[in-house]
């Protein structure tokens, strides 16, 4: 798989510290052997102040606190950051700024949002739609279809054990930054932080996520600045709604051959002729999906 050297960053499903395998029985009793993903907590401490504790695969853990903090509007993209030191000991991750911020009053407009978890996003929620200014990116289906079979063929703990989301950063029909954990918002959080840890430029971007297409999903893609967002799961009228006032592509139900877009219709380029895409294999759905968009 000669794609995999387009990526900058993906996931290694053989890192023990990720998965155990678990001794079971299936449908016919008898004893099964299957690997399920590990969840630890990880508690973020922005300077001296403690702000989260998250359920987290454990990889990435300064690219996770930095994108949160980023994404909840807690660090500008300006601020500048002096350190981010992790104890995996204690499962603790510590950023550090130059000075101390002002995100106490953030904490007192908190809205809870449909994400897993600790699923909220602080404070003036419509400013970061109506003060948008995403670029009108074109987008090609020619694209999306080697994208999504490439990302379809990626090693990932997406395929090996399930109950994980994952969220990938790509360039046209190239995939760069695949990053995974068991909540969606911390795995679109550890895409900030790579991205705002590496400097990448966001306008030509794509970002793609296995998880449901909600507010939170769009807020935070265009809090990135990010112009299109693909799932392979379905949408919420929320979502579509501002996904419309923001200018966002908006892009739904991507499997195989199928699609549809609710958002930015009209940058989308129909270069692709269907007759040579493959359907998605069974072999490459999400693991325990049943391709239930329920489950996703």
Known sequence: MEFLDEYWLRPDPNDPRLSVAVDGLNEAGEKVETRVTVERALTLFLNSREIVTMMTIGDHPEYLALGYLLNQNMLKPDTPVTGIDYDDDLGVVVVRTETETNFEEKLKKRTQTSGCAQGTIFGDLMDV???????????????????????????????????IHGCILAEEDRPRVYLEDVGRHNAVDKIGGYMHRHAIDPADKIFYTTGRLTSEMVIKTVRMGIPVLVSRSGFTAWGVELARKAGLTLIGRARGKRFVVLSGEDRLIFDQDLAYVEEESARHRRKGSFDREATE
């Open 129 to 163: 739609i109506e003060n948008a200014r995403l670029p009108a990116t074109p987008m090609r289906t020619s694209w999306l279809y080697r994208l999504t079979h490439k990302i379809n063929q990626t090693p990932s703990l997406y395929l090996e054990s399930g109950a």
